[in-house]
């Protein structure tokens, strides 16, 4: 069984930067795809970024291309998310999750969550 724990969220200014982390524990398998996820309150949750656990490959979604930035750690067995020049539209709770079948069509476990708020 795979766990996930997020850490890193908080408050901030916008402009400002945070950099959330998910650490992976349980088996990791190459096929994994990590991605991260947010849901702000009264809208859907959303994927954002995704790294695969193997090559690296990244996926963006649009509004955050340019500004952030997913990375993994093998050794550490964490996920990173790097967020730069935050806006207050990126105030959300922010998931990491994993698809093991690497496709991005099912991300079958998840995170509790942490809160990203960006003031203005």
């Known amino acids: 069984q795979v766990q996930l724990e997020e850490s890193g969220g908080g408050l901030v200014q916008a402009g400002g930067s945070l950099r959330l982390s998910c650490l992976v524990s349980?088996?990791?398998?190459?096929?994994?795809?990590m991605g991260w996820f947010r849901q702000s309150p009264g809208k859907e949750r959303a994927f954002v970024a995704a790294?695969?656990?193997?090559?690296?490959?990244?996926f963006y979604k649009d509004p955050v291309k340019g500004r952030f930035t997913v990375s993994r750690d093998n050794a550490k067995n964490t996920v990173s998310l790097q967020m730069n020049n935050l806006k207050p539209e990126d105030t959300a709770v922010y998931y990491c999750?994993?698809?093991?079948?690497?496709?991005?069509?099912?991300?079958?476990?998840w995170g509790q969550g942490t809160q990203v708020t960006v003031s203005s």
């Open positions: 349980g088996p990791i398998f190459n096929t994994y795809l």
């Open positions: 790294i695969s656990w193997s090559g690296g490959h990244t």
């Open positions: 999750a994993v698809d093991p079948s690497g496709d991005g069509l099912e991300y079958n476990f």
